[in-house]
């Protein structure tokens, strides 16, 4: 019995995505799909928005559980759909409550077998799993706020450094924060530049009067765990 509930975070896990895609929702997941059932959205949320932002917030949950490749898209369309300040709220919730769907996932189903494999293999996991174990908060907040690893990646790595789930949490929670609501603002946008014939600039991240600050921030976070780590083994060794 035991056994079984370790693999019930995963059984859960699975019945989300199946509810998802059984509703249809995958299908919106591209800019063109959001263009032509415009009316249709915007009428349902309008009459439901509670319900449509739950929706919102259990799809996008879902995508980043499976490291779905167009989560970009999906933070467009909550600036599309919902405007810029709460569309991109609704995409960090559902982003971490994702990423914690994954924690659970790792931790309870497959933790052991991969954290010897991490281990044994080293790589970037290895790293990352030593970098969390060193300083979780400080540490998972700067590969938030300078992606060098897939997002997929810090969560299983959390898990396998055993991270504190809050800790986990509020990082990934306030560390996505600044690029999302960058792409919520340019989703919350896509009517005028489609009226004026143009397309999203995707690459608008890396503008340098973006990107810089986003840098600096990551910076000055894993400056602070650096040092917290130097005081820390200075008060050992005295």
Do not use: C
Not at 81 to 102: D, K, N, P, R, Y
Not at 186 to 213: H, S, Y
């Amino acid at each position: 019995m035991h056994k079984l509930k370790r693999f019930l975070p995963l059984a859960v896990l699975v019945l989300g995505v199946a509810a998802v895609f059984a509703s249809g929702a995958t299908r919106y997941i591209s800019l063109d799909a959001l263009q032509t059932h415009e009316a249709a959205l915007r009428e349902f949320i309008s009459a439901y928005l509670p319900l449509a932002l739950l929706a919102f917030v259990a799809l996008y949950a879902v995508a980043t559980a499976l490291s779905f490749p167009g989560a970009v898209i999906l933070t467009l369309a909550g600036g599309y759909l919902f405007g810029t300040w709460v569309g991109g709220s609704a995409t960090v919730i559902g982003a971490t409550l994702g990423s914690i769907a994954v924690f659970y996932v790792v931790q309870t189903s497959f933790g052991q077998a991969l954290r010897v494999r991490a281990e044994a293999n080293g790589g970037m996991l290895k790293k990352v799993i030593d970098g969390v174990r060193e300083g979780a908060f400080g540490y998972i907040l700067t590969l938030r706020l300078i992606p060098v690893a897939p997002f997929w990646l810090v969560n299983v790595a959390a898990a396998l450094a055993d991270a504190p789930l809050k800790a986990y949490a509020l990082a990934t929670l306030f560390g996505i924060m600044p690029a999302t609501f960058i792409y919520s603002g340019v989703g919350a946008g896509i009517d005028a530049l489609v009226a004026r014939g143009e397309t999203p600039d995707l690459g608008v991240i890396f503008d340098p009067k973006i990107l810089l600050p986003l840098v600096a921030l990551g910076l000055l976070s894993l400056g602070t765990t650096l040092f917290q780590r130097f005081r820390a083994k200075s008060g050992k060794s005295v």
